[in-house]
């Protein structure tokens, strides 16, 4: 079965353009996150996807952030105009969660290096 | 709010030393805790969990168990070895009406260096 996977594995742009970052999650899981950490500091939960809806986008740093998932399969993060504090590891993680029996495993991919400039 | 405080590191030992490396945290409610390990070049993975206070998690010969009066969860190994060079994060979940299924805490990471 395949893992959680992200594209691309490294991004370098310059300050004030865009970045689409994508996750094809494993096959049949419902839920899709979107995780970042910034250099040193802790990764930090930025939106949830049940499906192809948003259950939850308060940790998106701001409205230059954009996430869609439609169809409820792969999702795309998109970063746009990009500035020099987006630079990060962004990590997409995926689960099958079923009510209360929530174990806690998320399943994450190698995540996404962005370099901005 | 909830949130968890990781010892930072880096940390070095060489082969076969005992390894701990703390973790506390804070929440509302009962927190479920984790550590996830990161080795180079792959995805965060699952090392250990534990759910409600005084049990342990283990795997792979790590260990950790979940201090509810102390509000830590410490995850310690005997005798390391260098492949368990890696980036260690202990997190945590909480279940509550209201929050989001899966959204996990995490602490700022630790690495971990493994010399033979």
């Known amino acids: 079965e395949a893992g959680v996977t992200q594209f691309p594995s490294h991004s370098v742009i310059e300050k004030g353009q865009t970045v689409t970052l994508r996750c094809d999650p494993i096959s049949g899981h419902d839920n899709l996150y979107w995780y970042r950490r910034v250099m040193g500091k802790e990764i930090k939960f930025l939106l949830h996807f049940v499906k192809e809806s948003k259950q939850d986008e308060s940790g998106m740093p701001n409205n230059r952030f954009l996430a869609e998932r439609t169809g409820g399969t792969y999702s795309t993060l998109k970063v746009q105009p990009a500035e020099l504090e987006d630079s990060g590891v962004y990590f997409c993680?995926?689960?099958?969660?079923?009510?209360?029996?929530?174990?806690?495993?998320?399943?994450f991919g190698e995540g996404s290096r962005l370099t901005v400039l | 709010g909830d949130s968890v405080t990781q010892m930072e590191g880096p940390v070095t030992l060489s082969e076969e030393a005992f390894l701990t490396i703390n973790c506390t945290y804070t929440?509302?409610?009962?927190?479920?805790l984790f550590w996830y390990v990161q080795y180079p070049g792959e995805g965060l993975q699952l090392l250990l969990k534990a759910t409600k206070a005084d049990d342990k998690g283990s795997n792979k010969g790590f260990e950790a168990t979940y201090r509810k009066e102390t509000t830590s969860f410490h995850l310690e190994k005997g005798s390391v070895q260098v492949s368990d060079s890696a980036v260690y994060f202990c997190a945590l979940s909480v279940i509550r009406r209201g929050s989001t299924l899966g959204r996990l805490y995490f602490g700022r990471g630790t690495q971990l260096t493994v010399w033979p």
């Open positions: 929440a509302t409610g009962y927190p479920s």
């Open positions: 993680a995926s689960s099958q969660v079923r009510g209360m029996s929530y174990t806690g495993e998320l399943f």
